[in-house]
């Protein structure tokens, strides 16, 4: 039987860009173009890597955003997954990672899942904590941060590397899985492969399609809050000399003028 | 008064320093209750006592190191349901974040995540993070439930405020998806004998600049003379220089020491984005353009090959 694979990938402000708040604190999404996250091509990659090392595989991208995150499904296609999925709408304007983690739960199981792939961290939020939130929601292990990924014979192995140590972990299917940047580089997308993404299905989802009520999304229904955001104060210039030959000890002046040494 | 529970990372019972400084928070919210999880209990209450923690709570079960994660978060949710607290603490790693959003989806509660600073608040504790590679500063608070908020190291000091501290077991009943992930094998991370990254408060980075992992003997040498964590940029660790458990950035380590001495690192907003709030910032670097200047305190345009040595030596000279 076809292996599906569902991979959750965000649409992102360019982290190059002049990144800011909008005025009701939630991510300017229109100060900065947008991408497919970097992290989350990652993810892309290792779930083509799994279907290609499968007999019959199927991979869904799924994205959660507005109407020009389907620019990272575009992406994500041209790359090789088959098809995608976009749940947009209105109500979802300032949803927190608690209500984005009940949406994707919801167009996951809406899609159908033997494995969740996902990446490390959005690149705008880097909360890092939604692929074990969709676990718990799903209610399938979660076999995280890894970097090395395999699946066989519906167990998938991988490695963790921790502050402490690294681990060796395993779980049957279905699970879901989040793979860093460490898993090995993600592939350029092929000239072939944009043409025929332009042909590939995108179905679109707005709540109801998946049964939720708007009062438990968006700004309203967040569990938390952005009281205040500051730009953070311009660090004031700091004296910059040219080495000319004393460059090491007049560093070490200004280390013991500031008592590191 | 109310209760607030902290979450304890520790080795065998050997209590991480970030904890210790969660302590700290968790006062200026109510009485601290620690949780321990795993072997060493006995060990750390003395410890968690004399920084504040007025009880113990504390389970040990093969399951804890066996599977990822979950079986943690079945023990947290049965000292939140025991403690009914006023808010939880926990460090803010890997590991940390993905328990901590567990646990507040299964309260019904919000999850702040990276915080580097909490106070208490008329409507409960305010939360001080930083957003966008740390070009803005936020203050958030939890809408609904018990606040769960995971606290980044160096967020606060470590200060004694000796309370009782007794152990007290706590009941834990695992749910159906605690043994999901099994840990097959665990390699412990090799001793390096320097400073832990994310708590030194002196590091000493090297990025491509340095040129090759023989090379790095040049930025150890500097660190070792201060005492310091050594750090590597994503493209020093990416040509397999340095291991990515020393990589500062967005995808490597969030350091926020006393002082920051990057060496032959252009200064990318993924490298600030893990740096940027670190008090005092030292660039070495040959090209007077490179964008870490923009952040330095005291930069040297120059060969790191020439600067950083000669300050090694400096150094060593004057703490004699
Ligand atoms: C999604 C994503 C996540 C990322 N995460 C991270 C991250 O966590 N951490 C991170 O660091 N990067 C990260 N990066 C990569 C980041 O964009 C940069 O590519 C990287 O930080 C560059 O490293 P560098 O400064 O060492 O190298 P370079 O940018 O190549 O800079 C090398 C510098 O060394 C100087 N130099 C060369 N020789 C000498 C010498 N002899 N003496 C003195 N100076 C010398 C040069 O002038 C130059 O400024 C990420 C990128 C992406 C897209
Ligand atoms: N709006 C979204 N739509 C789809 N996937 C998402 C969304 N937000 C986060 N993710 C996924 O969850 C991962 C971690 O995100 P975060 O917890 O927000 O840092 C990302 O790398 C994505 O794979």
Known sequence: MSLRIVVAVKYVPDATGDRRFAADLTTDRDAVDGLLSELDEYAVEQALQIAEAADDAEITVVTVGPEDAKDALRKALSMGAHKAVHVEDDALHGTDVIGTSLVLAKAVEHTGFDLVVTGMASTDGTMGVLPALLAERLGVPQVTLLSQVSVEDGTVTGRRDGDAASEQLQASLPALVSVTDQSGEARYPSFKGIMAAKKKPVESLDLSDLGIDASEVGLGGAWSAVDEATARPARTAGTIVKDEGEGGKQLAEFLASQKFI | ?320
């Not at chain 2, 700290?24 to 209750?33: I, K, Q, S, W, Y």
């Not at chain 2, 939140?80 to 006023?86: K, S």
């Not at chain 2, 309260?107 to 993070?129: C, F, H, M």
């Open chain 2, 1 to 320: 008064m109310a209760e607030v529970l902290v979450y304890v990372d520790h080795v065998d019972g050997a209590v991480r320093k970030p904890t210790l400084e969660l302590l700290t928070l968790a006062r200026r919210l109510g009485e601290p209750v620690a949780v321990h999880l795993g072997p060493g209990a006995e060990t750390a209450a003395p410890v968690l006592a004399e920084h504040g923690a007025t009880r113990v709570l504390a389970a040990d079960a093969p399951e804890f190191a066996d599977y990822l994660v979950v079986p943690k978060v079945d023990a947290l949710e049965a000292a939140a349901q025991a403690v009914q607290p006023a808010a939880v603490l926990v460090p803010s790693s890997g590991e940390g974040k993905e328990i901590a959003a567990r646990l507040a989806l299964r309260l019904g509660s919000g999850v702040i995540t990276d915080a580097v600073d909490v106070e208490a608040g008329e409507q409960g504790p305010v939360a001080t993070q930083s957003a966008f590679a740390a070009a803005f500063t936020t203050k958030s608070r939890i809408t609904r439930g018990t606040p769960v908020i995971t606290v980044k190291p160096n967020s606060a000091p470590v200060e004694t405020a000796p309370a009782a501290g007794a152990v007290e077991a706590l009941e834990v009943t695992f749910g159906d998806l605690a043994r999901g992930t099994k840990v097959v094998s665990r390699t412990p991370r090799e001793s390096t004998g320097r400073p832990e990254l994310t708590e030194a408060a002196i590091v000493v980075s090297g990025g491509r600049g340095v040129g090759g992992a023989e090379n790095f003997a040049v930025v150890e040498a500097l660190a070792d003379s201060l005492g310091a964590a050594v750090g590597a940029s994503r493209a020093a660790v990416d040509a397999g220089w340095y291991p990515h458990s020393n990589q500062v950035g967005q995808t490597g380590k969030s350091v926020s020491p006393q002082l920051y001495i990057a060496n032959g690192i252009s200064g990318a907003i993924q490298h600030r984005a893990g740096m940027q709030t670190s008090k005092t910032i030292v660039a070495v670097n040959k090209d007077p353009e490179a964008p870490i200047f923009d952040l330095a305190d005291y930069g040297v345009v120059g060969d790191l090959f020439q600067v950083v040595p000669q300050l090694t030596e400096e150094v060593k000279a004057r703490k004699g």
